[in-house]
């Protein structure tokens, strides 16, 4: 448990705020120089998946959207030119 000591000492509990046990992802220390007491946080696991999940996500989207607009885009082209194609064999 990460704990601050100094004229008193004190043990706390650390939690995510998702509700992740932080207590092995928390320690505690003092800065060398000030000697101010300070915390150090290794960001949730869950936390972390879940910002993965959703960035894969966004980006599956993002693609997929420009992929479709970008496919879209060429079919309009070609029909345009096949379309002038048979305009000019009449
Ligand atoms: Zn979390």
């Given at each position: 448990?990460?704990?601050i000591t100094g004229t008193t000492?004190?043990?706390?509990e650390?939690?995510?705020?998702?509700?992740y046990h932080m207590c092995n992802l928390?320690?505690?220390?003092?800065?060398?120089?000030?000697?101010?007491?300070?915390?150090?946080?290794?960001?949730?696991?869950?936390c972390l998946d879940s910002a993965k999940q959703e960035s894969f996500d966004d980006g599956k989207e993002e693609g997929y959207a420009e992929g479709f607009e970008a496919g879209k885009a060429e079919?309009?082209?070609?029909?345009?030119?096949?379309?002038t194609e048979t305009e000019k064999t009449k």
């Open positions: 448990m990460p704990e000492s004190i043990d706390f650390a939690y995510c705020d998702c509700g928390v320690s505690s220390g003092h800065t060398k120089v000030r000697n101010q007491p300070y915390i150090t946080i290794t960001p949730c696991p869950n079919a309009e082209q070609n029909l345009e030119k096949s379309n």
